[in-house]
């Protein structure tokens, strides 16, 4: 499998991204905002897209659909449950479902709701997994759900699906956010020394090359996984006075969504 992450350079700080088939050339685009970008990736690589991965409607996830679409005549896969939300989406998936690329890639298709109720991430089936997160997980933090989505959903996906992959699944988000939420993790968690030595390291990185995390790392310095943290339980307490003695994960990551809201 190769991966192609595209750092498209908007306000929004989207990444695009392509994966392909090493013997037949063919690729995959997941979220191809900047469609521009995405083709001329692919013909630099000597690529041919034949499909499009939406993880979800949102506009800045669609928006280049019709661009590849008129240039490459691909499918555009979704979550099945989002065809009135996606113009032209051809293939929907639900949990389980393989997408294949070419004759050697598999990327296995998760009902992931939370920053919208019809999201899909996809994982490959690779020695080394990779998760393609779109705007459920991103380096260091976690989705919004304030656009069709749901706090209690995004719980359960990090908590009984992400949380659950190995540890050396890499994580390829929609959009680079890591030196915000590493700021947000320490606000919550100031000793979190393994978050400080990261910013410290990506907060100049060259985001065309941006650092790929792996879970196990997001398990150290992403504090919607570290729900039983003593430090990061008192620091909410001053948020939520009434926060209960032994609060339950559910309750802290609840909590800390609504604080990463507005801060």
Known sequence: MLVEQIWTENNLRNFNYLIACPETGEALAIDPLEYGKCLD?????????????????HGDHIGGNQGVVDATGAKVIAHAEASAQIPGMDVGLTAGDVVKVGKTVELLAMDTPGH???????????DVPALFAGDTLFNAGA?????????????????????????????????????????????????NTRAQSLLTEVEGQDTHQAMVTTLG??????????L????????????????????????????????????
């Open 143 to 191: 989705g919004n759900c304030h656009n069709g989505g749901h706090p209690e959903a995004l719980y359960s996906t990090f908590t009984q699906q992400i949380d659950k992959l190995p540890d050396d699944t890499q994580i390829y988000p929609g959009h680079d956010y890591i030196v915000g939420n590493l700021n947000f993790t320490l606000d919550r968690e100031p000793e």
């Open 41 to 57: 990736a692919a013909k630099n690589r000597g690529w041919e897209i034949t499909q499009i991965l939406n993880t979800h409607h």
């Open 228 to 263: 039983g943290s003593s430090s990061v339980i008192a620091k909410l307490r001053e948020a939520f006075p009434d926060l209960p003695a032994d609060p339950d994960e559910k309750t802290v990551f609840l909590k800390l969504r609504e604080l990463r809201n507005d801060w």
């Open 116 to 126: 919208t109720m019809s999201h899909v991430c996809l994982l490959s089936q690779t």
């Open 217 to 226: 790392l997001e398990k150290e310095i992403n504090t919607f996984f570290r």
